[in-house]
């Protein structure tokens, strides 16, 4: 490509010239490339999270040229650094994708059989009429729960694609459950997941524990933190089987055997009771652990034990000040002058006049840390010295600290049990709930306007206005309900109904959504795999069968499981994904046992990805800068960051947002002609094609982009996150605007802190300061998991278990996460980006491995265990541990040979323990629920010796 | 010889590059290369450049290929190839996506395996394991006060501009003779085939002259690239580089003098052969930093350590808060204008 400036502006240039400047041949070169025709705000919202990046789009003859970070922030809080230049290489290097030749273009259709490359290009009309022949056939032949929707982060989809799927009654699988980003042991001990301080905030910490995060690759953008709090006083802790990217910026490298976090962690647990060093007004006020068990059932005592009116969930614990038992609060983490014992045991008396023996769950706990994790006991596990797990558990207890996690530890067969465990941790000592401590992961909401405009049933501020009453109204109810209920549980249980299909604030997030699981249970072939038992955790007295069976038949799902098994599959609509890169269990699961069934496979996308090559029909999206649209909100970030129309899209794309109004018309128009309109969903509520297409866009009210944009942003302001007055046009003017409340939606209102305007955010300050209750069973953090299977797993309380041998008995130990070149598959193949490596995927061995192979740098070898293979050349690296084989995610399955990716050795394996269904162990979108696993896989690498293209 | 006479200089721009909080992202490479070097001809080249080292970096080897000055006259070292380089591949997509061979085709470079990039090394380091090592370095034409590639070349085409230091060369005149390749030490000369010129950063010289910093600093995410005159007194560059002293050249006895300037890599604690900490051995080998960064890299690095530790024990350090750099724009010295407020005001002149 080469800069045409016109010659007017090459004239001006000149003239900007120094006199003198005898150079003036170069200079003008350069200043004609530096030469703009309109600049537009920009940032990049295909599920790269948390992103949030404001840039500036620079646009000359109406062709992106490049882009720049914004830089546009200003200092939230004194004393800590500004988020300036918010952004990374991909984000710089963005605009090189809109004109690259992956580029989809036109619609097409396939000529061959799918996966052939054999396409024909045809027009808007024939291919929606084609889609929506499919979907009219699908449902009157299987029922609309026969369309399914993979569902994705991607922000377009979440509202375009999922309004549109909602509306014909179709199936979506969860985001989480697809995206493999639920972390179950944070859940489990804290009732939510999501607990996210904003980056700002890692400044304040004093020491920084790097644990299962690699934050030099994942989080770009907001590394510096890390750097700059160093230079602020903290020490940071690497603690990673490899010594990685971001290891090479702590003070400490802890090189951990992959999969033993848990013992380490424990053993620091175990050194700070033994050491006296425990924050003890923290843990009897936040957690369970001064709750009482019975020593007969090692239940917790509750109400109904001393009493038949008694309440299930009304725990205690023995006041030591009165040397009495007492109730533990529900409605508030307030003591109320009351002493609770964390050791003793003590004798209750039960209404047949039997004594039963109590204990505080910390005696079971410091029990069971003597017993097992010491710290010379847990280094013989996680191969890390005993006196420098002490060295790190003094460190903590002095200082206010936080655990860099990402999404990694919750992608372990045994992570809940790594996360509980650090959990405890940082619960031992006081840090959460204030600045520089906590854990992280992700969250959102905030952008209620999304919600509210999926929401409505009549245009403008009134439709608006009628959906805030009816949430509003239906939390004041929940709240009259039950008085020891706080905004943020009250919405949790509307949330749980909404996953019941009753209806409500959906947030975007579809009301026929299944776990993922159940779906690929059920008609993708895993339910074989899964049962496989030698790939599973031994402590299992059944098959993996049994056990779903039980869940499903004792209603812990309610209709979870019935919607699930009635998604007989026959349409896919993938908008926003990649189903075919990004599955664990990838090709060999997908393309035999899913994509036999399906009649019709619709793939929206910027770019022909692995699973667009497997389409029947392409649809090209319009790509960031030829659309309006916004970053996934966070609280990593806490600004609606906007993203404007630069350019017109390239070739024939379009925004999602036009593309399903013209699918919703033609599904309208073809229904019509077809007569059939009126059906039935299982429920037996009736849906309608006939007014489909008008009521997409509420007859044509939110036709516009722009009319959609300026709505959601104003109805964002009626829900309090956003400033009043926030529409399209002063976004256009600022970019990004700071929330200043959290909204409606429960994910946000899981942060459980107030919004300040020159305070840097940090979760969970409302448990800590205002002493609101948890959302778990015992509305504290909790610890102890009382369930039967738990108690047969031996992990009702946090424990260290072995990873299982996913994949069968082989000897190199799979660990993986993002690249530092893409987000997912959407910039590997960016021409760009794709110098910045080898130009092809790699995966990292330790010397030691790949010399007992006889394999060399770059040379292609064979990955496999009883699962499956693929191919891939090999990058030899020091930093690799021996035994240890890195299979970082994100490459396109096209781009190894036979098509076969990192995915296809993983068998995508979930945990039996989370079909269980107790307390706030229940489902609802986002939240609880089998996910699968891929980290501790394990395989072999050999040398290829005879490509497969030979 | 046909160099031009070295006009006096009147100031030197400089940056300095703080190695402990970069993350080898490819930000400033990238923002480079979309911004200056995707002509025809340019494939290979990335004016900016970041790479793990210990390594063989890019061009491959090119510590190894002498050039710089010795006694006042630039010295002809290897003339680095194309292939040296690497990168710069392309790729078929049109036959993977349309070609109807389906799985039988693989996106790999057309013009065979690939051998070596402007990054192949990365993240491979050296040490064993545990005590493995490395470290990024990012790097750009120094525009040396002593620049052995203006002085090599017989046609005068390059010239060192005295208001600023910037070296720039006359694409017009230049007529790819490559002596100034072979002449600079760093090997951040580039050929262009196409047009039968060398090329090189030109210190983003349409953005200084509009007094926005360029690209590669203000696009670093980890805000660690520090852009100024090197005799401004008052700013960070004097500080670092002379007053505190913290900041060194990259491979001082090439002889150039060049204004590029790295605080130099810590490293966590080495690990004894029984697995614990060794809290009084950083893991980067000292001699190895000093075949790099000179022998004051020791010194350095124990001045970094003793702010360190100044402030973990409650004290503050003005090093360190500079090197935090809480208000972003006091990395750029002058260049704090906004590019994007610029390009609007033109558009909104209609362009004339
Ligand atoms: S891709 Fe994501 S992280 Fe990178 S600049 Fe864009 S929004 Fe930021
Ligand atoms: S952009 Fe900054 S952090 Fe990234 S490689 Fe370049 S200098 Fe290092
Ligand atoms: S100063 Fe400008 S031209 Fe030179 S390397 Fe940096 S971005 Fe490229």
């Known amino acids: 490509m080469s800069s045409k400036a016109t010659s007017s502006r090459s004239r001006r240039s000149r003239r900007a010239v120094r006199a003198e400047d005898s150079y003036s041949g170069v200079a003008d070169l350069y200043k004609e490339k530096w030469t703009w025709d309109k600049v537009a705000w920009g940032t990049h919202c295909v599920d790269c999270y948390p992103g949030n990046c404001p840039f500036f789009v620079y646009v000359k003859d109406g062709i992106v040229w490049r882009e720049e970070q914004a830089g546009t922030f200003t200092q939230i809080e004194e004393g800590i650094p500004d988020n300036n230049p918010m952004g990374c290489q991909k984000g710089a290097a963005w605009s090189q994708q809109l004109y690259s030749p992956d580029r989809l273009m036109h619609p097409l259709k396939r000529a061959g059989e799918r996966g052939s490359g054999k396409w024909k290009q045809i027009s808007w009309d024939e291919a929606l009429t084609e889609v929506a022949d499919a979907l009219i056939d699908t449902i009157r032949e299987d029922g609309p729960e026969s369309i399914i929707r993979e569902g994705t982060p991607e922000i377009a989809a979440v509202t375009e694609a999922q309004r549109f799927l909602d509306m014909i009654g179709a199936v979506t699988t969860d985001l989480n459950g697809s995206i493999n980003d639920f972390a179950s042991g944070l859940y489990e001990t804290y009732g939510k997941f999501n607990g996210v301080s904003e980056i700002g905030d890692w400044f304040n910490s004093e020491l920084v524990l790097i644990w299962h995060m690699n934050p030099a690759y994942t989080r770009i953008p907001h590394f510096h933190f890390v750097a700059e709090a160093r230079y602020h006083g903290a020490e940071v802790v690497s603690i990673a089987p490899d010594y990685n990217a971001s290891a090479i910026h702590a003070d400490a490298f802890m090189p951990v055997r992959p999969g033993t976090d848990a013992a380490l962690a424990l053993a620091a647990c175990q050194t700070i009771i033994e050491e006296g060093l425990l924050d003890r007004g923290f843990v009897v006020e936040q957690t369970d652990l001064p709750l009482l068990v019975r020593a007969d059932t090692k239940r917790f005592l509750c109400a109904s034990d001393l009493d038949a009116d008694g309440l299930e969930d009304q725990f205690y614990w023995w006041d030591s000040g009165e040397g009495a038992l007492a109730e533990a609060g529900r409605g508030s983490l307030d003591l109320g002058g009351v002493d609770p014992a964390l050791e003793g045991a003590f004798e209750v008396e039960l209404p047949g006049g039997e004594r039963v023996e109590v204990t505080p769950v910390f005696e ?391 919004v300040k305007a020159d305070e840097v955010h940090v979760p969970f300050r409302r448990h800590t300061e205002q002493k609101d209750p948890y959302p778990t069973l015992t509305r504290r953090a909790q610890f102890y998991l009382e369930h039967p299977w738990f108690f047969e797993a031996d992990e009702a309380l946090p424990r260290h278990k072995e990873p299982p041998k996913m994949g069968g008995n082989y000897p190199l130990h799979v660990t993986s996460g993002h690249i530092r070149h893409s987000i997912h598959a959407m910039n590997m193949t960016n021409p760009v980006l794709l110098q910045t490596h080898r130009g092809h995927p790699f995966c990292f061995l330790n010397p030691q491995d790949a010399a007992t192979r006889g394999i060399d740098d770059d040379e292609e070898v064979k990955v496999f265990n009883d699962f499956g293979s693929y191919q891939v050349p090999v990058k030899i690296a020091s930093s690799v541990r021996p035994g240890q084989i890195i299979l970082y995610n994100g490459w396109e399955p096209f781009m190894h040979k036979g098509w076969k990716g990192g995915s296809d050795v993983e068998p995508g394996m979930v945990k039996w323990l989370h079909f269980v269904s107790y307390g706030h162990l229940s489902f609802w979108p986002a939240q609880w629920q089998p996910v699968p696993f891929d980290r501790g896989v394990y395989v072999e690498a050999e040398k290829v010796v005879e490509p497969v293209e030979a | 010889m046909n160099a031009p006479e070295k006009a006096k200089l009147e100031h030197q721009l400089a940056m300095v590059f703080d190695l402990n909080k970069c993350i080898g992202c490819q930000t400033c490479s990238v ?305 704090t204008e906004d590019p994007a407020e610029l390009a609007k005001a033109e558009s909104a002149n209609g362009g004339e």
């Open chain 2, 31 to 335: 923002a480079c290369k979309v911004l200056w070097t995707r002509d025809e001809g340019m494939e290979h080249q990335w004016w900016a450049t970041v790479n793990t080292q210990p390594g063989k970096g890019t061009p491959k080897n090119w510590e190894e290929m002498g050039g710089g000055e010795r006694g006042g006259a630039p010295v002809a070292g290897h003339l680095p190839t194309k292939e040296e380089f690497g990168g710069g591949w392309e790729y078929d997509f049109d036959r993977l996506f349309y070609g109807g061979k389906g799985s039988a085709e693989t996106l790999r470079p057309t013009k065979g395996a690939p051998e070596w990039g402007p990054n192949w090394d990365e993240d491979q380091g050296a040490g064993e394991y545990p005590n493995s090592y490395y470290f990024y370095l990012p790097r750009i034409c120094n525009h040396c006060t002593n620049p052995v590639c203006m002085e090599a070349c017989p046609r005068g085409v390059m010239h060192k501009r005295p208001e600023d230091g910037i070296v720039l060369r006359d694409e017009d005149r230049c007529r790819g003779y490559r002596f100034c390749m072979e002449a600079c030490p760093y090997k951040k000369i580039y050929y262009n085939h196409v047009r039968n010129i060398g090329q090189q950063c030109i210190f983003c010289l349409p953005r200084i002259e509009q007094g926005v910093a360029p690209a590669c600093a203000r696009q670093c995410p980890s805000r660690l690239v520090f852009v100024g005159f090197l005799d401004d007194k008052s700013g960070p560059i004097h500080k670092l580089v002379n007053e505190w002293k913290v900041a060194l050249p990259l491979h001082p006895e090439y002889g150039t003098s060049p204004n590029v300037f790295y605080v130099p890599p810590l490293s966590p604690h080495r690990l004894k052969p029984d697995g614990s900490m060794d809290t009084s051995a950083p893991r980067i080998p000292i001699e190895y930093l000093e075949t790099l960064f000179g022998p004051r890299v020791g010194a350095t690095l124990d001045k970094l350590k003793a702010e360190l530790d100044g402030v973990r024990n409650g004290g503050s350090s003005e090093m360190l808060d500079t090197l935090i750099a809480y208000q972003w724009q006091s990395l750029f010295g002058p260049f």
């Open chain 1, 364 to 754: 079971l706990l410091k029990a069971r840390l003597n017993e097992h994790y010491t710290p010379e006991q847990a280094a013989d596990i996680c191969g890390i010295d005993a006196n420098d797990i002490r060295w790190l558990a003094r460190k903590v207890a002095q200082r206010r600290t936080n655990i860099m996690m990402g999404y990694n530890s919750m992608k372990n067969y045994h992570g809940d049990l790594m996360e509980r465990s650090m959990a405890l941790l940082l619960g031992l000592t006081g840090n959460w709930g204030k600045h520089g401590t906590g854990t992280r992961c992700w969250s959102t909401g905030l952008l209620d306007g999304i919600a509210i405009a999926m929401a409505k049933e009549q245009p403008g501020l009134e439709g608006a206005q009628q959906v805030m009453v009816s949430a509003l109204g239906t939390i004041e109810e929940t709240l009259a309900e039950d008085p020891s209920l706080t905004p943020e549980l009250a919405m949790i249980e509307f949330q749980k109904q909404v996953a019941q299909g009753l209806g409500g604030f959906s947030g975007g997030m579809g009301e026929n959504v299944v776990p993922a699981a159940f779906f690929w249970y059920y008609h993708c072939g895993y339910r074989e795999v899964w049962n496989r038992r030698e790939w599973s955790d031994p402590a299992m007295s059944r098959p993996f069968d049994d056990y779903v069976e039980e869940a499903f038949d004792k209603g812990w799902w309610g209709e979870l499981p019935e919607l699930a098994e009635r998604a007989e599959p026959r349409v896919l609509i993938e908008c926003g994904g990649n189903i075919l890169r990004r599955t664990r269990g990838g090709t060999t699961m997908l393309l035999e046992h899913l994509w036999p069934k399906l009649k019709m496979i619709v793939t929206v996308d910027l770019r022909m990805s692995m699973t667009a090559m497997h389409a029947d029909i392409v649809l090209p999206a319009a790509n960031h800068y030829e659309k309006i649209g916004f970053h996934i909100p966070t609280p990593h970030l806490m600004n609606a960051t906007f993203s404007d129309k630069a350019v017109e899209p390239a070739g024939e794309a379009k925004p999602e947002w036009e593309i399903f109004q013209l699918l919703a018309r033609k599904v309208s128009e073809r229904a019509k002609q077809r007569g059939l309109t009126e059906y039935r969903d299982w429920r037996g509520n009736k849906l309608d094609l006939g007014t489909l297409g008008d009521r997409y866009t509420l007859d044509g009210a939110l036709e516009d982009e722009e009319t959609l944009f300026d709505d959601i942003l104003r109805d964002t302001g009626l829900s309090g996150a956003l400033p009043a007055g926030t529409n399209l046009e002063t976004m256009r003017e600022h970019g990004h605007v700071r929330f200043v409340d959290w909204g409606l939606s429960p994910m946000a209102l899981a942060q459980a802190s107030d």
